[in-house]
């Protein structure tokens, strides 16, 4: 049973094959698990993941030290995951102490982003690298503390204006995917309320067709970088 549970995580977060029938947010996940296996040979030593939740892709990254950081919350305490916890403020370490940090879906939770990126900053080396990845096209999530989307434009001016240089930028999913991601998301919305089976057969059914119909238009149609589902940015500590 621990090892279905655990292959069923895995096709929540990386996707394979499988995750396509089991997984209403397969596009998303699986842009989000490439870039981040791209980019994660970039960030070494002491890594501090910030919002960590499940940690789900520590096992993607080399390091001396992997620490997971997420708001003091009963679900945060509950999951039992994190190494520390914080107000919302301020981090729990001393300055100039990580070699790098990782940021995942977290930044449009944030209700102060400058006081956000300031702790990173301060936490980070000189140098340091900062992986952070945030929604631009997506549903309200995490209702009632889903506060802001990010334009790639407006993540380069904010970032720098805290302090990094933007090393890399990529989007995800900027092609037909994110529109049969978007159904899906939809889908998987209005389906709350069903009984479990219900739920559990619409995702092996119609979703799974959705992903399998998107797969085929994502390689007919032409790529589009206007429209895309995530931000990815890998940024350097310059001040």
């Given at each position: 049973m621990n090892l279905l549970r655990s292959y069923y995580f895995r096709q929540m977060?990386?996707?394979?094959?499988?995750?396509?029938?089991?997984?209403?947010?397969?596009?998303?996940?699986?842009?989000?698990?490439?870039?981040m296996k791209e980019l994660s040979p970039k960030l070494r030593g002491a890594i501090l993941d910030v919002g960590c939740g499940?940690?789900?892709?520590?096992?993607?990254?080399?390091?001396?030290?992997?620490?997971?950081?997420?708001?003091?919350?009963?679900?945060?305490?509950?999951r039992g995951v994190a190494d520390y916890l914080y107000d919302g403020?301020?981090?729990?370490f001393d300055g100039v102490c990580f070699d790098a940090v990782?940021?995942?879906?977290?930044?449009?939770?944030v209700?102060?982003?400058?006081?956000?990126?300031?702790?990173?900053?301060?936490?980070?080396?000189?140098?340091g690298r900062l992986l952070l990845t945030v929604p631009?096209?997506?549903?309200?999530?995490e209702?009632?503390?889903?506060?802001?989307?990010?334009?790639?434009?407006?993540?380069f001016a904010l970032l720098e204006a805290h302090g990094f240089k933007i090393i890399v930028q990529k989007k995800t999913c900027a092609d037909a995917s994110v529109l049969f991601q978007l159904i899906n998301?939809?889908?998987?919305?209005?389906?709350?309320?069903?009984?479990?089976?219900?739920?559990?057969?619409?995702?092996?059914?119609?979703?799974?067709?959705?992903n399998l119909i998107g797969i085929f238009f994502c390689r007919l149609l032409p790529a589009n970088p206007d429209l895309f589902l995530d931000n990815i940015v890998l940024a350097e500590k310059i001040s």
């Open positions: 977060y990386t996707p394979g094959l499988l995750g396509i029938f089991v997984n209403p947010f397969y596009f998303a996940r699986l842009g989000l698990y490439h870039a499940t940690k789900p892709y520590k096992q993607l990254f080399k390091f001396s030290a992997y620490t997971g950081l997420d708001i003091d919350s009963a679900c945060s305490r509950a403020k301020q981090f729990p990782l940021c995942n879906q977290v930044l449009e939770h209700i102060n982003p400058d006081e956000f990126l300031e702790q990173i900053n301060r936490v980070l080396k000189p140098h631009f096209v997506w549903d309200e999530h209702q009632p503390y889903d506060f802001r989307r990010y334009s790639s434009f407006g993540l998301a939809f889908l998987f919305k209005i389906s709350q309320s069903l009984p479990k089976i219900c739920k559990v057969l619409l995702t092996f059914t119609v979703m799974a067709l959705i």
